[in-house]
């Protein structure tokens, strides 16, 4: 009789443990790196040919109106990370914009990430791909949530010890230094770029397969497009778009291959994913002295390093079968909302003691469900540049991502009506006096209650 207990009292606790585990999806967050709002056939792009995130769009939520958090990398994943605007853990100061291979801060052990979050509801947790947020104590990948990490500390135009400028349409292999690390140990270095996309995608499928029986996180950003461009053998000289387009459609084939193993392992209908990039694309215009090996953003003016919509509006695409309805929406979110989301997901609390600024976006993925108004505040550096609300965007600062000094001051604020000009080309604020003051107000309240974190990029 004792047995037949203990064999009951077992069956009964495992089906409790595994409907914990259905009960908790799977999420994985897919970052490219530059990667620009018109760069893929979904959102236009007429040469570079994605057929697999086209067809995640298709089968999923496409955003026209998703934003990275910052124009450059690495505030953009620190606030994507922690839901939070950079500015708040020190991680996007005046000066100096990135962490360097010697920088001397980091993303702060206080700040607590998507990472640390889900493993207090169970999920075992992966990084994968470019890290960029400190290699000092503290702040590496295993500090900060992530039970298992892969790939490169910081940028791949890091560690240069050639000449010949990243952007070359022929980046020597052997150009740049930077490391590949497993758990924080250098296993290769320099790190062969050309083989990096495949080998991130096949760490995070077999980081799947591993854990298929409990919920996980897959945090997989991904080094490409960032400048130097490298493309495997099998991808290189066959778009036609050029290097740059070899090097999407690489991308591309490597987030088919990531669903199609969720399907082979029955884990689609389980696993949440969200594409997105990490800003606007580094454009590398003739003008700029590049040679055409950066991205576009479409209709969208300017691009990485600039808070004019190309540098912050990005392709955004959320997919989970039988979950979410294939469709298109045009309601404003943000990277940091993936925090909030994760979190409402597996049930886990959102942190009481700091301010937040993303939200759960949860009623719009799954049940079309609009999303409260409020405002999106563009930040350059420690420069509050640009807020948008509703349709609404007030600029106070204006500058190209690279080439202007300094930033253009506007008193009034330049007001754009985005739905009806995207390329933001016509002032209305004289027209629109009572939006203008609006969205000042929500600035000043912003601003008001905005306490800095400690600066890190130093």
Not at 75 to 103: C, E, H, K, N
Not at 132 to 158: I, K, T
Not at 191 to 209: C, G, K, M, N, P
Request: aromatic residues 8%; charged residues 20%; glycine residues 10%.
């Amino acid at each position: 009789m004792k047995n037949i207990v203990r064999i009951f009292l077992a069956l009964f606790f495992s089906s409790l443990s595994l409907f914990a585990a259905e009960g908790k999806p799977n999420i994985i967050i897919v970052l490219a790196d530059d990667l620009g709002y018109g760069d893929l056939g979904c959102y236009g792009h007429p040469s570079i040919r994605t057929p697999h995130l086209d067809r995640m769009a298709a089968e999923g939520l496409r955003f026209t109106d998703f934003y990275a958090p910052s124009e450059v990398c690495t505030p953009s994943r620190a606030a994507m990370l922690t839901g939070r605007y950079a500015i708040r853990s020190g991680m996007s100061t005046g000066g100096q914009r990135v962490l360097f291979p010697d920088s001397k801060g980091g993303l702060p052990a206080g700040e607590v990430t998507i990472a640390e979050a889900l493993k207090t509801r169970g999920y075992s947790t992966a990084h994968v791909g470019k890290w960029h947020l400190g290699v000092v104590e503290g702040s590496r990948p295993n500090e900060q949530g992530f039970d298992e990490s892969f790939g490169l500390p910081y940028s791949n135009d890091m560690d240069g010890r050639s000449k010949v400028p990243a952007g070359s349409p022929n980046p020597p292999v052997d150009g740049w230094n930077v490391p590949l690390m497993r758990n924080g140990k250098i296993i290769e270095r320099p790190a062969v770029q050309s083989t990096l996309t495949q080998r991130y995608t096949d760490e995070a499928i077999a980081f799947a397969h591993a854990h298929k029986a409990e919920p996980f996180f897959i945090y997989l950003a991904h080094t490409m497009p960032h400048v130097p461009l490298f493309a495997s053998a099998e991808f290189r000289g066959k778009s036609m778009r050029g290097l740059y387009g070899d090097v999407v459609e690489e991308l591309d084939a490597n987030v088919g291959r990531l669903l199609a193993a969720l399907r082979d392992e029955g884990l689609a209908e389980k696993t949440m994913v969200i594409f997105a990039s990490d800003n606007g694309p580094w454009l590398l215009t003739k003008a700029m002295g590049g040679n055409g090996q950066g991205g576009s953003a479409g209709l969208l003016r300017e691009g990485k390093g600039s808070t004019w919509e190309g540098g912050m509006r990005v392709p955004g695409i959320a997919w989970w079968p039988g979950r979410i309805k294939p469709g298109v929406t045009s309601e404003m979110a943000n990277a940091m909302d993936l925090f909030a989301t994760s979190l409402a997901l597996a049930g886990a609390e959102m942190p009481k003691d700091r301010p937040m600024d993303g939200v759960d976006i949860s009623p719009l993925l799954f049940e079309g469900k609009a999303l409260p108004e409020r405002p999106f505040f563009y930040y350059r550096g420690d420069m509050l540049m640009a807020c948008r609300l509703g349709p609404w965007k007030a600029h106070f600062w204006t500058q190209a991502g690279y080439g202007q000094e300094h930033p253009d001051s506007h008193n009034p604020p330049l007001l754009i009506h985005l739905p009806s000009d995207p390329s933001e080309k016509f002032d209305v604020a004289a027209e629109h006096p009572e939006v203008l003051e609006k969205i000042q107000a929500a600035v000043a309240a912003h601003t008001a209650a905005m306490v800095r974190g400690t600066p890190q990029l130093k």
